[in-house]
């Protein structure tokens, strides 16, 4: 099994700046990609970035591009989200995910394995 935690989360005017954290433990060695999604009150999950454990491919959503950065630090298991310019409709809890496999997709939240229990982004306008 592997444990996600995220901190990180909170209120943030808009064009504002947040990092988030997400500490991995347990059978990490197991995983391949990580990934952060958000979920809106009333919206579907929606993907916003993922990195390779080993080489450090990234991945974004068009919404977020230019604006939030993903990266990882393999000695500590953990990964980052950095969101600058944050804007209203950011608004969402943020979820880190793992992913145990390189076949598939990054993008599609069924195909990840483990989750974390979320944090909060309010962006206020």
């Known amino acids: 099994q592997v444990q996600l935690v995220e901190s990180g989360g909170g209120l943030v005017q808009a064009g504002g700046s947040l990092r988030l954290s997400c500490a991995a433990s347990g059978r990490t060695f197991s995983t391949y990609v990580m990934g952060w999604f958000r979920q809106a009150p009333g919206k579907e999950r929606e993907f916003v970035a993922a990195?390779?454990?080993?080489?450090?491919?990234?991945f974004y959503a068009e919404s977020v591009k230019g604006r939030f950065t993903i990266s990882r630090d393999n000695a500590k298991n953990t990964v980052y989200l950095q969101m600058n310019s944050l804007k209203p409709e950011d608004t969402a809890v943020y979820h880190c995910a793992a992913k145990a496999s390189y076949s598939g997709t990054v993008y599609l939240s069924d195909e990840y394995h483990y989750w974390g229990q979320g944090t909060q982004v309010t962006v206020s306008a």
């Open positions: 990195i390779m454990w080993s080489g450090g491919s990234t």
